[in-house]
């Protein structure tokens, strides 16, 4: 009974989630993807990275990562470049249209952090170990469920 309890309350959760990402969003003039927005913060966090690395920093595919990064060049918020002794390999940087989106997202993130933190402050030390442990756990779950779709 108790199992059926939490699944239940993740649906919910994460259907409130999504509604508020939505909402929020509604704000976001860029007309982009929370993936897309994410693949931005990630290439100027990780400073001009490969397919390879942001995939990994993404914990995606490096497919769903070429589709990403090839929408985001065509909109014109990435540039792709190659460097001088490796003409094989393909780097990421923003435009300055992707760092207003970095930018904003920084901006975005503190604000939902300081707003989350006043719930997490509200469990003990105990319970905030069993929470992360079963983010972590259902993360990892995700994780290797999506590696299953893509196959």
């Known amino acids: 009974m108790t199992e059926e309890l939490i699944f239940e309350q993740m649906v919910e ?17 860029w007309g982009l993807t929370l993936s897309e927005v994410h693949c931005i913060d990630k290439i100027e966090k990780l400073g001009s990275p490969n397919v390879t ?17 090839r929408k985001l060049i065509k909109k014109g918020f990435i540039i792709d470049f190659k460097e001088e002794g490796n003409k094989k390999e393909v780097y990421f940087r923003p435009t300055p ?5 970095y930018l904003d997202h920084e901006k975005t993130h503190k604000v939902a ?3 989350e933190m006043g719930l997490f402050s509200t469990f ?17 779950h995700l994780q290797n469920e ?6």
């Open 13 to 29: 959760f994460l259907e409130k989630a999504e509604v508020y990402n939505e909402l929020s969003n509604k704000n976001n003039s």
């Open 53 to 69: 690395a942001l995939a990994n920093a993404m914990k995606m595919t490096r497919g769903g990562i070429t589709k990403i990064t």
């Open 97 to 101: 249209k992707g760092m207003e989106v």
């Open 113 to 115: 952090k300081d707003r």
């Open 124 to 140: 003990t030390e105990d319970e905030q170990k069993i929470i992360l442990k079963f983010l972590e756990k259902s993360n990892n």
């Open 146 to 151: 999506m590696k299953k779709l893509e196959n």
